[in-house]
């Protein structure tokens, strides 16, 4: 499974920015498909999953800011980012669990500045 994200970039405090990520390979095998960040020197932590089923995880501090949908006959998830926050700066990284197995996305930077 690999998987490729896209859509991160700079952006001024209050704005919004829109992350795809699209998984190919043995693709159908992956039950939950999410989102995951990391600042400098922070540890990774989890932004937003969904399963194949849609059920949906958001973490406390984007909730109401930042929305996950996904789409499983194209394999991709994506998360619309609005309201964003300096805080909001990280590497976003693209994850996709199949219950057995975790796959990761080449991460994508966000950068929330003025």
């Known amino acids: 499974v690999q998987l490729q994200a896209s859509g991160g970039g700079l952006v001024q405090p209050g704005g919004s920015l829109r992350l795809s990520c699209t998984a190919s390979?043995?693709?159908?095998?992956?039950?939950?498909m999410g989102w995951y960040r990391q600042a400098p020197g922070e540890q990774r932590e989890l932004v937003a999953t969904?399963?194949?089923?849609?059920?949906?995880a958001v973490a406390v501090s984007v909730k109401g800011r930042f929305t996950i949908s996904r789409d499983n006959a194209k394999n991709t998830v994506y998360l619309q980012m609005n309201s964003l926050k300096p805080e909001d700066t990280a590497v976003y990284y693209c994850?996709?669990?199949?219950?057995?197995?975790?796959?990761w996305g080449q991460g994508t930077q966000v950068t929330v500045s003025s």
């Open positions: 994850n996709g669990d199949t219950g057995n197995k975790d796959y």
């Open positions: 390979g043995i693709s159908d095998s992956i039950d939950v």
């Open positions: 969904k399963t194949r089923d849609g059920i949906t």
